[in-house]
């Protein structure tokens, strides 16, 4: 998924996201282990996305804080 598609996303939805994520490299990270997996691309691609992710979600909150401290 791109970037830009991910940061249009809401807290909640990159949430769900993150979890599907964590499932699928779960999976990749078992073929891996049993070596059913032909190419560690894949996984690589898969590790990166769900730090994308989390930097984003890390950065929504970070940004909703900022905005309670400003209103309150």
């Given amino acids: 998924m791109e970037l830009s598609e991910l940061r249009q996303m ?5 949430r769900v ?5 964590r499932e699928e490299l779960f999976r990749l990270r078992l ?6 997996l032909e190419s560690r691309v894949g996984y690589q691609t898969a590790r990166k ?3 994308r992710i989390m930097t984003l979600i890390g950065e929504k909150n970070r940004a909703e804080k900022a905005a309670d401290k400003k209103a309150g």
């Fill in 10 to 14: 809401s807290a909640a939805d990159l």
């Fill in 17 to 21: 996201k993150e979890r599907e994520t």
């Fill in 31 to 36: 073929k891996l282990r049993t070596n059913q």
């Fill in 49 to 51: 996305e769900l730090a």
